[in-house]
């Protein structure tokens, strides 16, 4: 069975702090996923990551893809109280399109 | 774009009824569809796949007959939960794939919360 860890699971943190969620795997994927959950909502995507080593940014969040594709890193910078939500990363294992989810982290960032 | 809606956003019901819910893309066409189950605090659960005008592929331990999947068009596919039960209880979010957006990336519904008393 495939299994993306993610960490942590729990994050409290001030507003300011910066932060990292990992995820990690001992599998290869095609393409890793970052989503935003909010209670009561689904997932929303913030980023797809398709090539080994690639960073991409988006406003105060930075995503990494290892090089081997097998892990990936979301770090925030300055975490703002909007920022709270829970963090999922997925993987696509090319079976059938189905995403491997991590175990979700959520963040909490208060004033 | 890749929109994806579900009907009902929450619904109560009795135990032993059953309930359907909704899953549309909106402006795209879906070849493939999940339907995933959510506990507060927890990770998504994937319950099955659906490819349009093909049976669902259930994932292990699903009960098949429990958990109707029907995927009719490339823009709806149906949840249907029969003779629901408490433990039925729970955050129901479907996904959607296919010719939209960034390739091969699941667009998630809004999810319907199912509450069975």
């Known amino acids: 069975t495939q299994l993306l860890e993610q960490s942590p699971q729990f994050l409290s943190i001030q507003e300011g702090e910066n932060l990292t969620v990992y995820c990690n795997s001992s599998?290869?994927?095609?393409?890793l996923q970052w989503y935003r959950q909010e209670p009561g909502e689904g997932p929303v995507l913030l980023v797809t990551v398709v090539t080994g080593g690639e960073v991409k940014k988006l406003k105060r969040l930075t995503f990494q893809f290892g090089d081997a594709r097998k892990d990936s890193s979301l770090h925030i910078t300055a975490a703002q109280p909007g920022d709270t939500g829970l963090y999922l990363c997925a993987g696509d294992n090319n079976q059938g399109g189905k995403l491997i989810f991590g175990q979700g982290t959520e963040l909490s960032v208060k004033p | 774009g890749a929109v994806v809606s579900q009907h009902p956003s929450w619904v109560i019901c009795k135990s032993g009824t059953s309930v359907k819910i909704e899953c549309r893309s909106l402006d795209f066409q879906a070849t493939t569809m999940f339907w995933y189950r959510q506990f507060p605090k927890q990770s998504l659960m994937l319950m099955a796949t659906s490819n349009e005008g093909s049976k669902a592929t259930y994932e292990q331990g699903v009960e098949k007959d429990k958990f109707l999947i029907n995927h009719a068009s490339l823009t709806l596919s149906t949840l249907t939960v029969t003779s629901a039960h408490p433990e039925d209880s729970s955050f129901y979010i479907c996904s959607a794939k296919g010719l939209a957006g960034v390739p091969d990336t699941q667009y998630f519904g809004p999810g319907t919360r199912l509450t069975v008393l």
């Open positions: 599998s290869v994927f095609s393409s």
